[in-house]
């Protein structure tokens, strides 16, 4: 046997013949997705063990104090779960919100399925280390707690640790964060508030971390708990309780052995063999869109469908890590890229997946293979997780003048992304000249299709910074300012007669959005054009080098201000670096106060 740890970044690897406990299966980690893949893993005949790092099952839905649901599809064990509960709230003198479940008594609830099938439970075990067979094989798990170091065997692991633990330990391949600036998606601190006697559980986002990393935890709760400490106590508020979970919506996520994107969904390509399916919009909670990726960009912003309701097929291959063996993941670390992981997080989804995994590695022990092996049908008939591609057929209008109808309304998102998708231009031109708005939304849709036509249209809402906002759904922060869309999208149109209107529109800072469009835009021009690299980077060193005020953005669902100058002076610094031109940003780094994070993005990109 081998034992496998990480060690100052590497993975070490040493022979290992003490004693251990065999199980068939091994759940690590017990929350959203976890206790559900325990407790039917048991139901399916496995001899099961959980480790769990706290105190209690369930995760963010119950020590996390998430206790709603956002839209998903509810099928699955979980909602046999989820009716115990109800029925247990009956007159017990719980007072829920519509769609709320009491944290508490759900994990009553999960520990006392678990423990009724069979499930064996090790609470404050935290991972150390891995078993393996061989270099690729998953064989068991390594635990520490209050009595020292535990290790147990098992002939399948399900890592549903939320931040890929098991894979990490074993060497797997994976990734983390956006491209731009490497962050992951915003974070909230829940905690629970009382006034006018009633409790109510008070969300939130705080900012930016990276979940595995300990030193960026520790600065984050610390400002946020001191951020949210009020002045005085008093019964009109009253603070009860932090949530023992830090709910980080991304962390680690898996390379598979189907990978899963953004792109793929919104374009029709739909994975095959689907375990589990994701109902959701691209629930990105970032405010500075800017930073994120064009695929994002151009669904979110330039053709406005955040809200968008999506139907994601999750197939069995995005739970299986990329080249091991003995393991299946399930939650939130699935083969997704960043930019999916967005929707494909929602709690039916995730306690779902756990079903899915469990179901997945009781047939391959009870087969004695590798669950590649396992016929896909055989699997599909134990979850009947039904098939939802149909749905996706409503994203897109079928004929032109629907999508004419559309561009000429206040909601022209849908007839946007259409237009973009059915590719034809020359209708799309005849609009260029037409009075109101109709004009932006078809320049917007040609700019997707890289159409130079349209790049007097943009460079004028720009100029002008066009202050309207389209008509969507929920009328979402998400909506930037036509001027601020123009300027990212003539960036993606690499459109060098408007440097110096990008130029001025970083200096102005009239807002985040319209600064972070225009810095991008600058950084992608410079980048195609090198002549004009000295002069952009020239403007960039001017805007990053001057000690300003904060430039702010709000996370969504919450009135906390977020700095985000330093962030966009590390970018800065890294692509001045890159092209050779000579700065003094560094020095107005070292003298800022930074958080973690921004120090170690820092590091990241520049040192």
Same mark, same amino acid.
């Given at each position: 046997?081998?034992?496998?740890?990480?060690?100052?970044?590497?993975?070490?690897?040493?022979?290992?013949?003490?004693?251990?406990?065999?199980?068939?299966?091994?759940?690590?980690?017990?929350?959203?997705?976890?206790?559900?893949?325990?407790?039917?893993?048991?139901?399916?005949?496995?001899?099961?063990?959980?480790?769990?790092?706290?105190?209690?099952?369930?995760?963010?839905?119950?020590?996390?104090?998430?206790?709603?649901?956002?839209?998903?599809?509810?099928?699955?064990?979980?909602?046999?779960?989820?009716?115990?509960?109800?029925?247990?709230?009956?007159?017990?003198?719980?007072?829920?919100?519509?769609?709320?479940?009491?944290?508490?008594?759900?994990?009553?609830?999960?520990?006392?399925?678990?423990?009724?099938?069979?499930?064996?439970?090790?609470?404050?075990?935290?991972?150390?280390?891995?078993?393996?067979?061989?270099?690729?094989?998953?064989?068991?798990?390594?635990?520490?707690?209050?009595?020292?170091?535990?290790?147990?065997?098992?002939?399948?692991?399900?890592?549903?640790?939320?931040?890929?633990?098991?894979?990490?330990?074993?060497?797997?391949?994976?990734?983390?964060?956006?491209?731009?600036?490497?962050?992951?998606?915003?974070?909230?601190?829940?905690?629970?508030?009382?006034?006018?006697?009633?409790?109510?559980?008070?969300?939130?986002?705080?900012?930016?971390?990276?979940?595995?990393?300990?030193?960026?935890?520790?600065?984050?709760?610390?400002?946020? /708990?001191?951020?949210?400490?009020?002045?005085?106590?008093?019964?009109?508020?009253?603070?009860?309780?932090?949530?023992?979970?830090?709910?980080?919506?991304?962390?680690?996520?898996?390379?598979?052995?189907?990978?899963?994107?953004?792109?793929?969904?919104?374009?029709?390509?739909?994975?095959?063999?689907?375990?589990?399916?994701?109902?959701?919009?691209?629930?990105?909670?970032?405010?500075?869109?800017?930073?994120?990726?064009?695929?994002?960009?151009?669904?979110?912003?330039?053709?406005?469908?955040?809200?968008?309701?999506?139907?994601?097929?999750?197939?069995?291959?995005?739970?299986?890590?990329?080249?091991?063996?003995?393991?299946?993941?399930?939650?939130?670390?699935?083969?997704?890229?960043?930019?999916?992981?967005?929707?494909?997080?929602?709690?039916?989804?995730?306690?779902?997946?756990?079903?899915?995994?469990?179901?997945?590695?009781?047939?391959?022990?009870?087969?004695?293979?590798?669950?590649?092996?396992?016929?896909?049908?055989?699997?599909?008939?134990?979850?009947?997780?039904?098939?939802?591609?149909?749905?996706?057929?409503?994203?897109?209008?079928?004929?032109?003048?629907?999508?004419?109808?559309?561009?000429? /309304?206040?909601?022209?998102?849908?007839?946007?992304?259409?237009?973009?998708?059915?590719?034809?231009?020359?209708?799309?031109?005849?609009?260029?000249?037409?009075?109101?708005?109709?004009?932006?939304?078809?320049?917007?849709?040609?700019?997707?299709?890289?159409?130079?036509?349209?790049?007097?249209?943009?460079?004028?809402?720009?100029?002008?910074?066009?202050?309207?906002?389209?008509?969507?759904?929920?009328?979402?922060?998400?909506?930037?300012?036509?001027?601020?869309?123009?300027?990212?999208?003539?960036?993606?149109?690499?459109?060098?007669?408007?440097?110096?209107?990008?130029?001025?529109?970083?200096?102005?800072?009239?807002?985040?959005?319209?600064?972070?469009?225009?810095?991008?835009?600058?950084?992608?021009?410079?980048?195609?054009?090198?002549?004009?690299?000295?002069?952009?980077?020239?403007?960039?060193?001017?805007?990053?080098?001057?000690?300003?005020?904060?430039?702010?953005?709000?996370?969504?669902?919450?009135?906390?201000?977020?700095?985000?100058?330093?962030?966009?002076?590390?970018?800065?610094?890294?692509?001045?670096?890159?092209?050779?031109?000579?700065?003094?940003?560094?020095?107005?780094?070292?003298?800022?106060?930074?958080?973690?994070?921004?120090?170690?993005?820092?590091?990241?990109?520049?040192?």
């Amino acid at each position: 046997m081998i034992r496998s740890v990480v060690s100052n970044g590497r993975t070490v690897r040493s022979e290992w013949t003490g004693p251990y406990e065999e199980y068939d299966v091994i759940v690590a980690g017990g929350g959203t997705a976890g206790a559900i893949a325990a407790i039917v893993a048991a139901e399916h005949g496995m001899k099961t063990l959980v480790v769990e790092r706290s105190n209690c099952c369930g995760g963010i839905g119950t020590g996390g104090l998430v206790t709603n649901y956002y839209y998903g599809i509810r099928h699955g064990r979980h909602t046999l779960i989820d009716a115990a509960v109800k029925e247990r709230e009956n007159g017990s003198g719980y007072i829920l919100r519509k769609n709320c479940f009491s944290a508490e008594l759900k994990k009553i609830e999960l520990e006392q399925t678990m423990l009724k099938a069979g499930v064996e439970i090790r609470y404050e075990a935290v991972l150390t280390a891995v078993l393996m067979r061989d270099e690729s094989t998953v064989n068991g798990v390594f635990w520490h707690d209050a009595d020292g170091e535990h290790c147990a065997a098992c002939r399948y692991v399900i890592d549903a640790t939320a931040e890929a633990q098991v894979v990490f330990l074993a060497g797997g391949a994976f990734h983390f964060g956006r491209e731009s600036d490497g962050l992951a998606q915003t974070y909230t601190l829940n905690y629970s508030r009382s006034a006018d006697n009633t409790q109510l559980i008070n969300f939130g986002d705080g900012g930016y971390v990276n979940p595995s990393d300990s030193s960026e935890l520790t600065d984050e709760i610390l400002r946020q /708990s001191a951020a949210l400490y009020p002045d005085r106590f008093t019964a009109e508020n009253r603070i009860n309780f932090f949530s023992g979970h830090f709910c980080a919506r991304e962390g680690r996520l898996i390379a598979g052995e189907e990978n899963l994107t953004l792109e793929d969904v919104i374009h029709g390509r739909l994975a095959a063999e689907p375990v589990a399916w994701e109902r959701s919009n691209w629930d990105t909670h970032t405010l500075d869109l800017g930073f994120e990726d064009d695929t994002a960009m151009q669904w979110g912003v330039a053709a406005m469908q955040w809200s968008t309701v999506l139907h994601i097929p999750v197939p069995r291959d995005a739970l299986i890590p990329k080249g091991l063996h003995g393991i299946l993941v399930a939650g939130r670390m699935l083969a997704v890229d960043h930019n999916l992981s967005q929707a494909v997080r929602m709690k039916d989804c995730m306690q779902f997946t756990g079903e899915a995994a469990a179901v997945m590695a009781s047939l391959a022990v009870k087969r004695h293979c590798d669950v590649r092996e396992v016929p896909y049908q055989m699997i599909a008939g134990e979850l009947s997780c039904g098939d939802y591609s149909v749905e996706n057929e409503k994203l897109l209008l079928k004929t032109e003048a629907e999508i004419l109808n559309g561009l000429r /309304s206040g909601a022209p998102g849908q007839a946007i992304w259409s237009a973009y998708r059915m590719g034809n231009r020359a209708y799309l031109k005849t609009l260029l000249g037409e009075p109101g708005p109709a004009c932006a939304h078809a320049a917007f849709a040609l700019a997707l299709l890289k159409e130079k036509s349209c790049l007097g249209i943009l460079r004028e809402l720009a100029e002008q910074r066009n202050s309207r906002r389209a008509e969507t759904p929920r009328s979402e922060p998400h909506r930037q300012e036509y001027g601020a869309i123009a300027a990212y999208l003539l960036g993606w149109m690499g459109d060098a007669e408007s440097v110096d209107l990008l130029i001025g529109i970083l200096k102005e800072r009239r807002s985040a959005q319209y600064a972070v469009n225009a810095l991008n835009a600058l950084m992608r021009i410079g980048e195609e054009t090198e002549d004009l690299r000295q002069k952009i980077g020239f403007a960039l060193s001017e805007f990053a080098g001057i000690p300003q005020n904060p430039l702010t953005i709000c996370c969504f669902g919450s009135s906390r201000p977020l700095n985000i100058l330093n962030r966009m002076r590390i970018l800065i610094c890294a692509r001045l670096d890159k092209w050779g031109i000579h700065h003094y940003v560094e020095t107005v780094l070292n003298g800022g106060k930074l958080t973690q994070v921004e120090r170690n993005m820092w590091r990241r990109l520049c040192r």
